[in-house]
């Protein structure tokens, strides 16, 4: 009988194999580019480690929780790197999430005390009040692009929350408009299959690089005052304007820069489309919904939003986990191999590409029964313990975790269940919006008619 991902392998037997198709020359590039995730998730039930061919390229996935875990916890060798990340270092320079291992400790110590429960928990009420003024424009029996709309809100809380002072008003209205331009341009560079497309004169390029330049400069004037005024506002710049390393050294502007950069980019569009996917899955389970709702007519009922937070959303919790368990924005995951050394029996050279998808693992049947259906009971604490080791890793895992999980789970939960207390989306369309994985795992336009809650 052929042992299951719930298994551990038995020494010296894990199972290599081949991805099947593949043309020549191209390799897997086609199914790759068509229907990623069908692909990968397919590849799950292949072998605990899967060979692909990209253009001649041999690159591996890992599939096994283990194997995928023995590759998130040894950073030094299996380090940053892959075909996005020179892309990415054009906006986020040698940030935090982009960094090599060489700088990585370094620049984590630094950066973590800005993500403390104490820092973040003052972010509720920002959270309340962006939702809210989003949700005073929708108009009863009216129709929105429910996608486009929580980019909005979440655009503006992560400005926001790195910048709290009322002379950063005007700069949070220009990152709202720059921030998607560039994150657009800067996928389309990603996936562009040459880099010469990008280098031709087009109204895409100026405006990509208009947006960008914006964007650089109101960082660099944020900062320059911010250090003028030496005061600690308690937002996230002043969190990094104080941070020190362990030599006393203080972040030079330019890694403030970066690493501002790094957090705008990684907080917005990643829990826009957590909120995206559960509007839409609310919408079409009301049973979970009506328990949302009750949920959330409470924690509106609690006395200011201060000091309230995500703890007294239990239920919001698990359906905003069940969500990034089906849907886990970042489904691709790539490592570089920086010296020999071997996986899961497997010989890999230094230079070699390794990867997993959390999307292919959180949909796999042996770690998740009917993995298609969207139950957050799964995440009771009751039923969670049934949940194997690894199996469900959305924000990652090892010293490169998503330094922003709790935040991520705050803002999403909040954001929820404000919507929740007053409104019911339903979508337009019986059939339900189909994911589309680009950099995240996003959706198109979501159509949905607002109702105000009776
Ligand atoms: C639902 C929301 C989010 C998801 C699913 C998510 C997912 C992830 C994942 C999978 C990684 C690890 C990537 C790797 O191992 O290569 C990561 C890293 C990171 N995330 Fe998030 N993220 C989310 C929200 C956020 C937010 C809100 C912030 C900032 C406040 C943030 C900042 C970062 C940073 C800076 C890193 C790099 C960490 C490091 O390398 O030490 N993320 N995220």
């Not at 790197?81 to 400790?105: I, V, W």
């Not at 110590?109 to 509720?124: C, D, K, N, T």
């Not at 403030?256 to 079409?284: K, Y």
């Not at 929740?420 to 019986?430: C, F, H, K």
Request: contains cysteine; neutral net charge; proline residues 9%.
């Amino acid at each position: 009988m052929p042992r299951t991902q719930t298994q551990p392998a038995p020494p010296g037997q894990w199972s290599v194999a081949q991805a099947p198709g593949g043309l020549p020359l191209l390799g897997h590039l086609l199914p790759m580019r068509r229907r990623p995730l069908e692909f990968l998730t397919s590849l799950q039930y292949e072998g605990d480690l899967v060979r692909l061919n990209m253009k001649g390229q041999p690159l591996y996935m890992a599939c096994h929780p283990e194997l995928i875990d023995q590759m998130l916890k040894d950073p030094r060798t299996f380090d940053r790197g892959g075909p996005f990340y020179e892309k990415t270092q054009l906006l986020m320079g040698n940030s935090l999430g982009n960094c090599p291992y060489a700088d990585h400790r370094r620049q984590r110590r630094l950066v973590q005390p800005s993500f403390r429960r104490e820092r973040i928990a003052s972010y509720p009420a920002v959270i309340r009040e962006e939702t809210e003024a989003e949700t005073a424009t929708w108009h009863p029996g009216g129709t929105i692009d429910a996608n486009a709309r929580m980019h909005a809100i979440t655009a503006r809380i992560g400005a926001r929350v790195l910048l709290s002072t009322d002379m950063a008003r005007d700069h949070v209205d220009q990152i709202v408009r720059c921030l998607p331009i560039v994150l657009k341009g800067i996928y389309r560079r990603m996936v562009a299959p040459i880099d010469l497309v990008h280098r031709i004169p087009s109204p895409e390029r100026r405006g990509f690089e208009s947006a960008l330049e914006e964007l650089r400069v109101l960082i660099d004037t944020v900062i320059r005052d911010y250090r003028e005024a030496g005061v600690d506002h308690g937002d996230l710049l002043s969190g990094l304007l104080a941070a020190r390393y362990e030599d006393g050294d203080r972040l030079a502007d330019q890694e403030i820069h970066d690493q501002v950069m790094n957090f705008l980019t990684a907080s917005t569009e990643t829990t826009a489309t957590a909120l995206a996917w559960a509007l839409q899955l609310l919408g079409r389970h009301p049973e979970y919904e009506r328990r949302l709702q009750e949920e959330a007519d409470a924690f509106m009922a609690l006395d200011g939003p201060a000091g309230h937070g995500p703890g007294d959303l239990p239920y919001t919790g698990r359906v905003v986990t069940e969500v990034l368990r089906l849907y886990p924005p970042g489904w691709f995951v790539t490592r570089v191999v920086s010296t020999d050394t071997e996986l899961g029996g497997q010989s890999l050279p230094a230079g070699t590409v390794v990867f997993y998808s959390s999307y292919a693992l959180h949909h796999h049947r042996d770690l998740f029964p009917d993995p298609e259906r969207f139950d957050p009971d799964r995440w009771t604490p009751e039923r969670v313990k049934e949940v194997p080791k690894g199996a469900m890793i959305p924000f990652g895992s090892g010293s490169r975790k998503c330094i922003g999980d709790d935040y991520a789970m705050a803002e999403t939960s909040i954001a929820l269940a404000t919507i929740a207390s007053r409104w019911q989306l339903r979508p337009t369309s019986v059939t339900p919006v189909r994911p589309t994985p680009r950099a995240l795992v996003g959706m198109g336009a979501l159509p949905v008619v607002t109702q105000p809650r009776g």
